[in-house]
């Protein structure tokens, strides 16, 4: 069985193989002239597509067409190249064109996961007896469709992600309208935070230290069920990486996913395509 449905896995490696540089099928300076053939960039992919949505160790998903030092490698090749995060703004830009980004309504808010492997990006969680884990900041839209995701240790505070998370989101969308609302939990109810987002020159809707969360949900729940789509995968769960390179590169290929769901599923009431999915449910 497939770890994602043709509608979601074919898309996605047609963008991601286009920005992937050109190689040789034989290594052309090996020093005896001769070498085996390279493992298939798409051959690798669907590798690591497994461990993303399976969360498993790439020595349980390694066959003999594809060891698990091949998986190993090709993924540090990638990350460095941020072919993830380009494809994640691909998917942006063409869910902007399709149906629109909500970017006059903007969420934010962090989710801690485990990260027993330690690393440069993870740190003591407070909420697992100190053990080390792993924070993920996650701007959205209106809708929840992911714009950026920053990655920190379990141990830094919400408002201290604010500016960076904000700051890859105008990376990945480009300019955002002068009016946009950016709304927040109770964590971020600091004057810092209001002050920064006062120099972005948006305006915020901050819930109060105090008062009963349900009455001040307003529109921020959306970027709390991206977080629940997005610990579906098991590498964010459960992250094993040490590499913050590598860490980007699997938050930003989920997210990806996430955009491309959001945008096949609104686009069945909008448009008609060769092969649209029938079922309502993309998992």
């Not at 594809?66 to 190993?72: M, P, Q």
């Not at 934010?108 to 080390?132: E, F, H, L, N, Y």
């Not at 230290?209 to 729940?221: F, H, S």
Request: net charge positive; aromatic share 6%; charged share 25%.
């Amino acid at each position: 069985m497939p770890a994602l449905p043709s509608s979601l896995l074919e898309p996605l490696w047609a963008q991601f193989a286009a920005l992937l540089p050109a190689r040789e099928e034989f290594a052309a300076g090996h020093p005896l002239g001769c070498h085996r053939r390279r493992v298939p960039d798409r051959t690798v992919f669907e590798h690591v597509v497994l461990a993303l949505v399976h969360g498993s160790g790439y020595e349980r998903i390694s066959t003999p067409g594809c060891s698990d030092r091949t998986i190993r490698r090709r993924v540090k090749e990638w990350a460095e190249q941020g072919i993830s995060q380009a494809v994640h703004a691909l998917a942006l830009e063409a869910y902007d064109r399709m149906i629109g980004l909500g970017l006059g309504e903007i969420s934010a808010d962090g989710c801690i996961t485990k990260a027993p492997s330690s690393g440069r990006k993870t740190g003591r969680s407070p909420v697992d007896q100190g053990k080390q884990g792993l924070k993920r900041s996650v701007a959205t839209d209106a809708c929840g469709v992911p714009l950026a995701v920053v990655a920190a240790g379990a141990n830094r505070h919400d408002s201290l992600l604010l500016g960076s998370t904000l700051d890859a989101a105008r990376a990945q969308v480009g300019a955002m309208p002068e009016t946009a609302n950016i709304n927040l939990d109770r964590g971020y109810d600091s004057n810092k935070s209001r002050l920064l987002i006062a120099e972005l020159g948006f305006t915020a809707e901050v819930a109060r230290k105090g008062v009963p969360a349900p009455i001040q949900a307003a529109k921020r729940w959306v970027v709390e069920r991206t977080h629940s789509w997005m610990n579906d995968y098991g590498k964010l769960r459960r992250c094993t990486e040490r590499s913050g390179a590598v860490v980007d590169f699997y938050l930003y290929l989920a997210a990806a996913l996430v955009t491309l769901r959001m945008l096949i599923r609104r686009s069945t009431s909008h448009y008609r395509w060769q092969g649209r999915p029938t079922t309502r449910r993309l998992k």
